[in-house]
T-cell receptor, first 116, second 108 residues
Framework: GAVVSQHPSWVICKSGTSVKIECRSL??????MFWYRQFPKQSLMLMAT?????????EQGVEKDKFLINHASLTLSTLTVTSAHPEDSSFYIC????????????FGPGTRLLVL | GQNIDQPTEMTATEGAIVQINCTYQ??????LFWYQQHAGEAPTFLSY????GLEEKGRFSSFLSRSKGYSYLLLKELQMKDSASYLC?????????FGTGTQLKVEL
């Protein structure tokens, strides 16, 4: 399976600041990456699909101007939470889809964001 | 859209067998996945079903009935390390929609 890393694993920031989270596909060139958010005791919710070389596709209810996604290369996608607020505190997870739809997505280890 | 239901919590005894059910209603179906997630970690893949029937993989088996919109994950010979959240996820197109997860507690 694909190996996916995320950085940072933990971040604490003040309200109003911006935070960038990196997702790297270490052994596979990913034209598509996915960003999820998971609140405590809830399931993963897809935020957006990141497409290499083009604009991300956002799910309904996700503010594209607040959650900026850049997929500049086949191995790196970044999610920037702009003007973060305490309600943005969550577990952010990225994933890659290596090949055909018969395969699972492979998930990064996640980034825990705490906004004070 | 997708609607996926799972029990919130289950408790079972070490060495026993437990079945975690998942029902779904979808506008498109391209496979059903089961994942295990320990607290604070990312999900790890357990099984995949796209055709009706049972898929067996070691201590874990997963069943799918597309006509009934139903799946279950069967865990045998439970171990303490199996205590985790188990997520049912349905793929429609290239997107995964997750259920809320079933928190399994394995007791001695």
């Amino acid at each position: 399976g694909a190996v996916v890393s995320q950085h940072p694993s933990w971040v604490i920031c003040k309200s109003g600041t911006s935070v960038k989270i990196e997702c790297r596909s270490l052994d596979f060139q990913a034209t598509t990456m996915f960003w999820y958010r998971q609140f405590p005791k809830q399931s993963l919710m897809l935020m957006a699909t990141s497409n290499e070389g083009s604009k991300a596709t956002y799910e309904q209810g996700v503010e594209k101007d607040k959650f900026l996604i850049n997929h500049a290369s086949l191995t790196l996608s970044t999610l920037t939470v702009t003007s973060a607020h305490p309600e943005d505190s969550s577990f952010y997870i990225c994933s890659v889809q290596p090949g055909t739809t018969e395969e699972t997505q492979y998930f990064g280890p996640g980034t825990r964001l705490l906004v004070l | 859209g997708q609607n996926i239901d799972q029990p919130t919590e289950m408790t079972a005894t070490e060495g026993a067998i437990v079945q975690i059910n998942c029902t779904y209603q979808t506008s498109g179906f391209n496979g059903l996945f089961w994942y295990q997630q320990h607290a604070g970690e990312a999900p790890t893949f357990l099984s995949y079903n796209v055709l009706d029937g049972l898929e067996e993989k070691g201590r874990f088996s997963s069943f799918l009935s597309r006509s009934k919109g139903y799946s279950y994950l069967l865990l045998k010979e439970l171990q303490m390390k199996d205590s985790a959240s188990y997520l049912c996820a349905v793929r429609g197109g290239n997107k995964l929609t997750f259920g809320t997860g079933t928190q399994l507690k394995v007791e001695l």
